[in-house]
């Protein structure tokens, strides 16, 4: 991703446009409709989810990835949640709830490629489990236009958190 | 069963007591018989490889910075003001020259020796300051890189702690002169399940895999996974120590085709040779899994499941209560290795066991609904069954030529039970 600072934000209607397209995306993993998910990405996908190891303020704090997947690999990931008979962390399904807020959206490195972030909140409600699980953080996305609509090339999510409380990310972001 | 006198572990019928997996009161007595008498894994020396690099962990319950003082030296430091206790360390990790409270001023060294409290001139004139330095743990050592603690004076030596599980565990760690390197920080994650499951589940757990992990096991294209759980080589074995350490050492079973086992790279292999003795290199020959815990609660997993480089883990399953731990996870490769396998290994690391990976998210649900459904009157009325040890029992392979007790097949209990014999000779307070 490029600095945003040096990036100029695109015009309302492609603003608008990504912004629809980042709500659409979130409620299809709400209604776990994955394989539709895994659908928007490009064959090469870049998903990355990070968390930090803190360090005192004088040095920059360390971030490092939980999830770190190409195509292969996510399609593994997301073919595992998706069948009841592959999944006991996804079965029964946890309810979710995803928010997006805080979006902003750039004009990319070429015609037809964007740039998007945006604040996720994950709410997840483990199956038989009295516990909340809560994820919080910033989404990075590169987003290309096709014909068919807006196709994701890359995403990283920067969570706010050092120790996950949830016991374990089954879930997407 | 309760938790009395009568004990946890029923040898003779091959059950162990649910108690010890949900209650806080056993859980205070660990702390007590086991977490501050053992040696226990606190991290690795690269992950502090300058002086003043700290990390800060936990030795037992107890809150420490794990320090190197000098090139040579690494001090575990109780992480707690002598003044009025606040943490000397709030960060994670970091560098510092010295050790600073943050509350009143108290300064120490890196070495936790008392450099001022500020306010010296206040104190009677026969104040000893020299015994007022942050506590530290009485013994620390590592074992290629593997730093361990102490809490207890009258402890044995790391290397005999470790005993027979330390030539396996060199296959691992020390088969290059480089030795091996921490990758990133590592995952952190709370599961509420008692530490002792995950303990258990790398001793020696092979039943698990076919249910559990069906999963990643049914979506293996190359059908690793499934054939390798289904089918164990009959060169397989648990291995156990006296000390309570094992690991479960599963190979190829004949016929499987080898090509779609990825082993270790093949750059690397003319080093294992040079640091490796001929037996330690033909162990590694041919291993589809290892997997172990050295007593009580680190566990070291190397496993080539699916696509990717074959990844060397270690786990720390550090109990927060009866019902809950705190799960820190590291990936390691060869100090020697080229960057571009290094990342790789990482990356297929914790894509099948980091805090999100394909085969740990089954088993974190299922630990913790063990836990919550065994935490009540009724269901603690009737014990765990670990029964598939027994005929095994008193029954090591005579032929075994490498060290520890051998136990064919792989795919019993008896790893696991033996892991409970040990932890309740030390919770009836023996086996120092």
């Known amino acids: 991703m490029s600095d945003p600072a040096k990036q100029s934000p695109v015009d309302i209607e ?11 995306e979130v409620a299809m993993l709400d209604r776990r409709a994955y394989q539709e998910w895994f659908a928007l990405m490009t064959d090469d996908i870049r998903y990355q989810v990070t968390t930090v190891s803190t360090r005192p303020a004088q040095y920059e704090t360390s971030r490092f990835a939980i999830i770190d997947e190409d195509a292969q690999t996510l ?99 | 069963m309760k938790s009395d006198a009568t004990g946890w572990v029923d040898i003779e019928r091959g059950l162990v007591s649910r108690d010890a997996f949900v209650s806080d009161e056993v859980y205070q007595l660990e702390m007590e018989r086991i977490f501050n008498r053992s040696w226990i894994y606190l991290g690795h020396e690269t992950e502090i490889p300058n002086v003043g690099d700290y990390v800060v962990r936990n030795l037992g319950n107890a809150p420490v910075i794990v320090v190197r003082n000098t090139p040579d030296s690494i001090k575990v430091l109780l992480n707690s003001c002598r003044h009025r206790g606040t943490k000397l360390c709030r960060a994670d990790a970091g560098n ?43 013994h ?27 030539w396996y565990l060199e296959i691992f760690f020390n088969r290059t002169l480089g030795g091996m390197e921490v990758l990133a920080p590592p995952h952190r994650w709370r599961t509420k399940a008692n530490w002792k499951i995950g303990s258990l589940n790398f001793i020696g757990d092979s039943q698990h895999s076919p249910t559990t992990h069906i999963g990643p096991s049914t979506l293996d294209a190359a059908r690793t996974i499934r054939d390798g759980f289904r089918k164990h080589g009959q060169d397989s074995f648990h291995v156990v120590t006296d ?77 927060v ?61 009737y014990p765990y069954s670990f029964q598939t040890a027994l005929p095994y029992l008193n029954a090591p392979d005579e032929n075994h030529k490498w060290p520890g007790w051998a136990h064919r097949p792989a795919d019993t209990e008896f790893a696991q039970f033996w892991f409970m014999k040990r932890w309740e000779a030390l919770m009836r307070g023996g086996g120092r």
């Open chain 2, 96 to 138: 510092t020259k010295n050790f600073v409270c943050p509350f009143h001023g108290w300064a120490y060294e890196i070495d936790g020796a008392l450099r001022t409290t500020g306010f010296d001139h206040h104190f009677r004139k026969d104040t000893d300051f020299g015994t007022m330095g942050l506590v530290p743990a009485p």
């Open chain 2, 321 to 381: 209560s009866g019902t809950e731990m705190e799960v820190l996870s590291w990936v390691f490769a060869e100090k020697e290795a080229e960057q571009g396998y290094k990342d790789r290994v990482l990356r297929s690391g914790f894509h099948n066991f980091g805090a999100a990976g394909v085969f740990e998210q089954d088993d974190m649900v299922l630990w913790e609904s063990a836990t919550a459904a065994s935490n009540n009157p009724i269901a603690q009325q």
């Open chain 1, 14 to 24: 492609n603003y608008i446009a990504i912004q629809r397209f980042l709500y659409a």
């Open chain 2, 140 to 166: 620390v050592d590592s074992f290629y890189g593997l730093i361990f603690a102490c809490w207890d004076d009258g402890t044995a030596p790391l290397r005999d702690y470790l005993g027979d599980i330390g």
């Open chain 1, 75 to 173: 399609k593994m990931r997301v073919d595992q949640i998706s069948d009841p008979n592959l999944t006991h962390a996804e079965n029964p399904p946890t309810l979710t709830r995803r928010l997006v807020s805080n979006v902003e959206a750039y004009y990319g490195e070429r015609n037809g490629v964007f740039e998007a972030t945006s604040g996720i909140l994950l709410y997840a409600n483990r199956a038989g489990s009295s516990e909340t699980g809560l994820y919080v953080g910033e989404r990075k996305d590169v987003l290309i236009r096709e014909s068919s609509g807006f196709r994701i090339a890359k995403r990283t999510v920067n969570l706010a958190q050092t120790v996950l409380q949830d016991s374990t990310l089954s879930l997407l972001l």
């Open chain 2, 243 to 319: 000390e309570g350490h094992g690991c479960t050492l599963t190979y190829l079973a004949p016929g499987m085709p080898e090509k779609n086992y990825l082993t270790h790279s093949d750059a690397l292999k003319p080093l294992y040779q040079a640091s490796l003795s001929e037996d330690q290199a033909s162990m590694l020959h041919h291993l589809r899994v290892c997997v172990g815990t050295v007593f009580p609660n680190m566990s070291f997993i190397e496993s080539q499941v699916g696509a990717g480089e074959k990844a060397l883990i270690i786990r720390l399953w550090q109990p």
